[in-house]
């Protein structure tokens, strides 16, 4: 099988990831696995995982139309660690399937010869970004060959997050810290990406990073 860079997109909540897989996806298209995405299907009306929010918490997590109630269910998970580990347990084996299922579909064209990007000829090895919040978190390092994190200041995600999601300041950092802190993310990265000044500033570090052969076998 052809070399193949399979790039772990992380980072702290409100670091830059999307802005990065934005440009990774509008610029190089490059095809972007999103564990957001997935972790939104797991949830959708009808579906076996929801089924069981609604029976651990009820009517509070549903909106009139059955749909859940996602800032209702943000507030409980946040502000308490043990159901926050309870939703992760019915999540995260649901969105790891959905990227082994993807992973194969990309890893199956290049083993055929096929080219599942439109800019390959510029590229070191055939790429695909795996947009995961929370790689470390929910042990998703193996499904990667590089890890790239993305980074500001404590002082700048804080005002990103209260911003983001109008929240206060104390909502926001119970967030932070509901993650494993961002200083150790970058100890264990192959790459930083600094986004603690300019978005031009971090599109460039972006593009001499994908310019680079960081494929590890």
Known sequence: MNQKRIIGLTGGIATGKTTVSNYLADTYRLPILDADIYA??????????LKQIYQRYGLQVQH????????????????????????????????????????DTFLDAIA??????????????????????????????????????????????????????RISKEQAQARINSQLPLQQKIELADLVLDNSSTQEALIQQVSTALATNSYHP
């Open 64 to 103: 009139s139309d059955s749909t859940l109630n996602r800032k209702r269910l943000g507030e409980i998970i946040f502000s308490n660690p043990t159901e926050r580990q309870w939703l992760e347990q019915q999540i995260h084996p649901y969105v790891r399937d959905r990227f082994r299922s993807e992973l």
């Open 40 to 49: 939104r299907e797991a949830v959708q009306p009808d579906s076996p995982i």
């Open 112 to 165: 055929s010869g096929g080219n599942p990007q439109d800019r390959a000829a510029s590229l070191v090895a055939p790429t695909v970004i795996l947009v995961i919040p929370l790689l470390f978190e929910a042990k998703m390092t193996d499904l990667v060959t590089e890890i790239w994190v993305v980074s500001c200041s404590p002082e700048q995600q804080l005002r990103r997050i209260q911003k983001r999601d």
